[in-house]
T-cell receptor, first 115, second 114 residues
Framework: EPEVTQTPSHQVTQMGQEVILRCVPI?????FYWYRQILGQKVEFLVS????????KSEIFDDQFSVERPDGSNFTLKIRSTKLEDSAMYFC?????????????FGPGTRLTVT | LAKTTQPISMDSYEGQEVNITCSHN???????ITWYQQFPSQGPRFIIQ?????VTNEVASLFIPADRKSSTLSLPRVSLSDTAVYYC???????????????WGLGTSLAVNP
């Protein structure tokens, strides 16, 4: 069964450093998302991406965040200058073209620890 | 997206049927109801989606009454591996355009005991 993959599984970085989280969505999917989950809290929507542009972003997704689909397979989330409060699990998700479902396929996540 | 309310936690035993109810009093005419499951340190996994009456798949059943102000996820004969957090989400799947963002609550933490 096809699946969403994410790398790395765990990233430790110092405050102020840039990090890039990588995702490979399912190959025939056209909608891509990033979510995050701070330990013990609910999953939070960050951004959705379709047709090589951002469809919607949340208040969390400020100027420090950016997303990119540099080639036909990868989907990346960059945090330019990390803060302690960016420590969380980051999940990438993808879904198929068209209307009719909220079925999104999530990756295993990247645990980001900012020290 | 409509706000949902679920119990924070539930306990069950292996082999029992578990029913988790979600309240969504402000559900709109075009909204669908979707349930996800999340194991610790893993990404959420889609379980089931429905609009009205009953939907069943190999994993669960979803019961939606006529007024659609609530829904019940039914897990038949749970096992220890069903211990997870279960989320109910409500949204318009046909008019959301290119955006399918999911807005999450705290979910229901289900503990299945031996």
């Amino acid at each position: 069964e096809p699946e969403v993959t994410q790398t790395p599984s765990h990233q430790v970085t110092q405050m102020g450093q840039e990090v890039i989280l990588r995702c490979v969505p399912i190959s025939n999917h056209l909608y891509f998302y990033w979510y995050r989950q701070i330990l013990g809290q609910k999953v939070e929507f960050l951004v959705s991406f379709y047709n090589n542009e951002i469809s919607e972003k949340s208040e969390i997704f400020d100027d420090q965040f950016s997303v990119e689909r540099p080639d036909g397979s990868n989907f990346t989330l960059k945090i330019r200058s990390t803060k302690l409060e960016d420590s969380a699990m980051y999940f990438c998700a993808s879904s198929t073209q068209g209307q009719g479902s909220y079925e999104q396929y999530f990756g295993p996540g990247t645990r980001l620890t900012v020290t | 997206l409509a706000k949902t309310t679920q119990p924070i936690s539930m306990d069950s035993y292996e082999g029992q049927e578990v029913n988790i109810t979600c309240s969504h009093n402000n559900i709109a005419t075009n909204d669908y109801i979707t349930w996800y499951q999340q194991f610790p340190s893993q990404g959420p996994r889609f379980i089931i989606q429905g609009y009205k009456t009953k939907v069943t798949n190999e994993v669960a059943s979803l019961f939606i009454p006529a007024d659609r102000k609530s829904s019940t996820l039914s897990l038949p004969r749970v096992s220890l591996s069903d211990t997870a957090v279960y989320y109910c989400l409500v949204g318009d799947i046909y008019n959301a355009g290119n955006n399918r963002k999911l807005i999450w609550g705290l979910g229901t933490s289900l503990a299945v005991n031996p």
